[in-house]
């Protein structure tokens, strides 16, 4: 049985390794709820399949799926993903699966942050959110991973980790009055030193636009390796973004990282600015339980929502114009890594993209230093 620890993973020996360290596998959900997903799910079905398959080929790769859905997810995914029966009130691996922290002995824990829909009754996406509040528990029990319950309300694609004690992350989502209202920056900080073992934390004022996680950091900006970011960009100064992106950029580059280097910042343009069609809000459910979606509301639509593999990259597409360059960039970036693209505007339209549908497990793996 996985059992919850009292202590923190600062005490403990534990940190946060960055996503481009070596991998375990990979836990995603099965999307179903028919206010998020158009036309029943299928179409986002379809995506989550593709970058299921993809993931695999380079690590493996574990589907948690309803009771009710089950059968269908496990006839529709490949052979070589592992199909889990969860339940969740919607697909979000990143942000309500657990953060695994590791040791130098190969040991691997779970941190379980709490979940509230991305800002409960204030502003949150949808309600009720109590199975998705257990889903980091039942990953870590069939992980065999024990458990740190840490007191934040927070998720996982809030913040990201060089594994070198150094985190990203943005005030429009931490401090948002919607999260932990009681806790300043500071104390914010503070927690996030203890349960992932970081000594550096780099603050960034804004996510990208019309990003409905309030501003969740892997939709604008990740470390590439230590040392250097990789920051979503617009040239376009009349696009809201352009601001966002260059205050960040300003940020990024007056910072250091936890071992004292200047930060390396890599621009990536966003695609063209992209909204949600009145035939797809057509298709989606209607209900009281769940923000409504409006034609034409931007989409948070972002190049740096890319899952990082073993040997691998699986990144956003849009069939947008800047797909190609992208690409490029990844591949250069990641010169020891396959970079495979997936069409994901059906897991846009649910408001996030590949990074928001996955969650690595590191490989606990022994160091002698
Ligand atoms: O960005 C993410 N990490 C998740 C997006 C959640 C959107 C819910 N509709």
Redesign the pocket.
Known sequence: MSKTLDSTPQADGFRMPAEFEPHKGCWMLWPERGD?WRMGAKPAQAAFIKVAGAISAFEPVTVGASRGQWENARHALPESVRVVEISSN?A?M??VGPTVVVDNRGTIRGVDWRFN??GGLDGG??FPWDRDSLVAAKVLEIEGADRYRAPLVM????FHADGQGTLITTRECLLNRNRNPHLAQEQIEALLKAYLNVHKVVWLDQGVVM???DG?V??LCCFVKPGEVLLTWTDDPDDPQYEISRQALETLSAATDARGRPLVVHKIHQPDPMAISAAECEGLDAGET??PRLAGDRL?ASYV?FYIANGGIVMPLFDDAHDRTAMDLLVRLFPDRQVVGVQSREILL????I???TQQIPMGEYRSR
């Open positions: 998020t919607d979000w990143r942000d829909a991305w996406l949808y998720e996982g694609g809030s990003d409905e996680t969740h892997d939709n769940a923000k948070a929502n649910g408001g996030g993209n990074h928001c549908i």
